[in-house]
């Protein structure tokens, strides 16, 4: 049987390079797409070439926006570093953009995949918000955007809003009205689902180059998630968005209407969640569910998964 085809659009960020690096082992990583988000277009774009690299994956990359659609630039997510991926020295890449920007990429290879390609959307939105409205065949072409962001309840960036989405609530309000097939996982459900100091140590003492560096990589972002809110673990935000294409026993779903708040004084970004069973719903007039929301996670059970899937590179 043939693997499912997945691009990741993302902004590296240590848990955007073990999204690419268990994507990689486990589906057919047909693309990658970059934008700005945790740090500037042009240190996600190194970053996440440095992450093939370190790897050995021979994927095409291409740079997208390196501005939101409507608002100024995010400042830099700290939690990552001033690189964006601080805690280890990765190799310089080889490898080069493709010419291609990242949405006419995301656009052609969903043509050439048609009714196969899962989009991962695990940094701002902007670049797919810019596909879909460039192609309008796009919502049907794929058969998925599988989106890392938001939360069913409170945000980090702000009391209401998660960073991805903050980051370009427009674009992020384009693809959840675009009628593409969607699931959604939150902070409700990332935020403890990570890696532990024991699970660090073991990737650290492996004797495997890549599983090492992503420990020393995650040993930064562990010690900057306990500095910066009290965390235990290092959240695998991103690799959750991928987890249900390869294990879709690790997180429940449930049907619900997402709305993304663009004018609230102290709610811009959010993610409004109507979780409400849907004969409820339609009972009181309200719109119908327009995509999958992440409520549960198997933490442990998918932490152990992506543990064992970096300690299966040589």
């Known amino acids: 049987m043939s693997r499912r085809k997945i691009l990741i659009d993302c902004d590296p960020g240590h848990d955007d390079a073990v999204a690419i690096l268990f994507a990689a082992r486990h589906l057919d990583l047909v693309a990658i797409t970059t934008v700005a988000g945790n740090n500037s277009l042009e240190n996600t774009t190194r970053n996440a070439l440095a992450v093939l690299e370190l790897a050995g994956l021979d994927v095409p990359l291409a740079m997208g926006c390196a501005h939101p659609l409507a608002q100024p630039p995010a400042a830099a997510a700290a939690v990552h570093g001033k690189s964006g991926l ?65 939360s069913t309840g409170a945000g980090n960036v702000t009391p209401a809003a998660e960073f991805n989405i903050h980051s370009d609530p427009e674009a992020a ?121 992440a409520v549960e996670a198997r933490s442990r059970a998918l932490v152990e998964r992506v543990v064992e899937t970096l300690l299966s590179y040589a």
């Open 86 to 150: 601080d805690g280890a020295e990765l190799p310089e890449p080889a490898r080069r953009p493709v010419a291609a920007h990242a949405v006419d990429l995301i656009v052609e290879t969903a043509a050439r995949h048609r009714g196969e390609l899962i989009l991962a959307a695990v940094g701002p939105q902007t670049n797919v918000a810019l596909a879909l409205r460039r192609e309008p065949r796009l919502k049907d072409w794929l058969a998925e955007i599988t989106v890392m962001g938001g």
């Open 173 to 293: 309000w384009a693809v959840f009205n675009s009628g593409a097939r969607l699931r959604m996982v939150g902070l409700n459900v990332t935020q403890r689902t990570g890696l532990g100091a024991e699970d660090i140590a073991g990737l650290r003492a492996s004797g495997r180059r890549v599983a090492a560096v992503v420990g020393d990589l995650l040993g930064f972002y562990l010690a900057r998630q306990r500095e910066r809110r009290g965390a235990s673990v290092a959240p695998m935000h991103d690799v959750c968005a991928i987890v249900p294409h390869v294990d879709a026993g690790l997180i429940d779903y449930e049907e619900a209407r997402v709305d993304i708040e663009l004018a609230g004084t102290h709610t811009r970004g959010m993610t409004v969640c109507d979780l409400l069973p849907a004969p409820y719903r339609a009972a009181l007039g309200r719109p119908p569910a327009n995509a999958l929301v």
